[in-house]
């Protein structure tokens, strides 16, 4: 059963335009959250993060958001630009304990 | 990003042969694991070592043996693999377990069993 779940495989999006992908997830224990990024033959790269307490966390054009009682977890990238086509993962722990990860979305950014 | 390092990138294998993963990080962890990736799945969370102890064994089969010889070195022994066992695996390190840190991943070792 699936504690995190990415329902969008793929988005496609304008350069210069919002990309946003979305995370859902069922532990409401889960107070830790990640998004990693990962280009073709590359491991999966830490994008951010966010803990429970906090609601937004941004860092440079990546901004990522946390609704507690929606249990849902989104980043938002703006401008979205060609370098950030890749494979979006998300992930969600209960104190950095094991990480329960999404099964991707695939980000196309068209120039 | 260099900070963890597999070896083989690909590796393929027949069904009876022994053969050996590597991960190698250098970013001063003392954690590590083990994760498989299949096909339209998400990552499953196979071993995880801290300080050199195994702490976490993801009902894994014991055909995969992992070893830590320290907190910079981990093996995925593999022996007398099914076709199913065919996928990327991924090593990664964190500063400690059981803390809201980041995980590091290398870019993984692509394994397909005949």
């Known amino acids: 059963d699936q504690q995190v779940k990415q329902n969008s495989p793929s988005l496609s999006v304008q350069e210069g335009r919002i990309s946003i992908l979305n995370c859902d997830y069922t532990?409401?224990?889960?107070?830790?959250f990640l998004w990693y990024k990962k280009y073709p033959a590359e491991g999966p790269t830490f994008l951010i993060s966010i803990s429970s307490i906090k609601d937004k966390n941004e860092d440079g054009r990546f901004t990522v958001f946390l609704n507690k009682s929606a249990k849902h977890l989104s980043l938002h990238i703006v401008p979205s630009q060609p370098g950030d086509s890749a494979v979006y993962f998300c992930a969600a722990s209960v104190t950095g304990n094991q990480f329960y990860f999404g099964t991707g979305t695939s980000l196309t950014v068209i120039p | 990003e260099t900070g963890v390092t597999q070896t083989p990138r690909h590796l393929v294998m027949g069904m009876t042969n022994k053969k050996s993963l590597k991960c190698e990080q250098h970013?001063?962890?003392?954690?590590m694991y083990w994760y498989k990736q299949s096909a339209k799945k998400p990552l499953e969370l196979m071993f995880v070592y801290n300080f050199k102890e195994q702490t976490e064994n993801n009902s894994v089969p014991s055909r995969f043996s992992p070893e830590c010889p320290n907190s910079s070195h981990l093996f995925l022994h593999l022996h007398t693999l099914q076709p199913e066992d065919s996928a990327l695996y991924l090593c990664?390190?964190?500063?400690?377990?059981?803390?809201?840190?980041?995980?590091?991943f290398g870019d993984g070792t692509r394994l397909s069993i005949l």
């Open positions: 532990n409401s224990m889960f107070d830790y």
């Open positions: 970013l001063g962890h003392n954690a």
């Open positions: 990664a390190s964190s500063q400690e377990t059981r803390a809201n840190q980041p995980q590091h």
